[in-house]
């Protein structure tokens, strides 16, 4: 059984996915009570859309400081081809470390340096789709 409150919730979340579904939006970020949500319209095959493949945004999914992926000394050099899925670097807040995951295939271009703090929302960088 749900409660009015979680009621209210969904019908929220509807509505604003619904605006950003008819929406002329690239993105939708939210953070409520320590839960993270990204949409990117920009992630899906260019190709599979028939147009011309469009940047997809790296987003910052929470507030944080920037480190190097595990195992990694440095950050993605410009141009630096990753595959949709690859670890780019970790945000580090509080005692937990959040993963900045490739949301494509391309070429990655980050706008950001280790131990910069970001905001939740902020853009990080960019991946040029194409073939790694």
Known sequence: ????????TGRILERVLERYRDGPFA?????????????????APAEARGVVA????????????????PGRQ??????????????????????????VKAAATGRVQLSVAPGEFVEFGQALGTIEPGQT
């Open 1 to 8: 059984m749900t409660t009015d409150e979680e009621r209210d």
């Open 27 to 43: 993105y939708l970020a939210l953070e409520y009570e320590g839960c993270s949500l990204l949409l990117s319209s920009a992630a």
């Open 54 to 69: 469009q940047p997809v945004p790296i987003l910052a999914p929470s507030v944080g400081l920037v480190d190097p992926a």
């Open 74 to 99: 440095h950050l993605h050099g410009p141009g630096d081809r990753v595959a949709k899925g690859d670890l780019l670097f970790v945000l580090r807040r509080f005692k937990r470390s959040i993963e």
